[in-house]
Nanobody
């Protein structure tokens, strides 16, 4: 079965950095588009970064461009999210997402989420 396990969250001061990791299993990781989403308190979940499987294209939300970097290591079935220059508004639960394409359709799978808190 598909599993996504995030790690690396925590409490960080403003201006600091975080590196989130997500290990996937139960699917062909190298052929899967992986994304990071986040959900801040009282807000809807938003996609912040995508790393496509085929062309290796990276897409970022406007709100995080220049501070967030998504990367992947297919040999380790892992996708990363490096966050720098953290702001209090980056406080959120961060979710790893795998979009599996099968039989012409797609299904989203989610990790359990990991808390990232930016506070002094």
């Amino acid at each position: 079965q598909v599993q996504l396990v995030e790690s690396g969250g925590g409490l960080v001061q403003p201006g600091g950095s975080l590196r989130l990791s997500c290990v996937g299993s139960g699917f062909t990781f190298s052929k899967t588009t992986m994304s990071w989403y986040r959900q801040a308190p009282g807000k809807e979940r938003e996609r912040v970064a995508v790393f496509t499987s085929n062309a290796g294209i990276r897409i970022y939300a406007d709100s995080v461009k220049g501070r967030f970097t998504i990367s992947r290591d297919n040999a380790k079935n892992t996708v990363y999210l490096q966050i720098t220059s953290l702001k209090p508004e980056d406080t959120a639960v961060y979710y790893c997402n795998a979009r599996l394409v099968l039989n012409g359709g797609s299904t989203d799978y989610w990790g359990q989420g990991i808390q990232g808190t930016v506070s002094s």
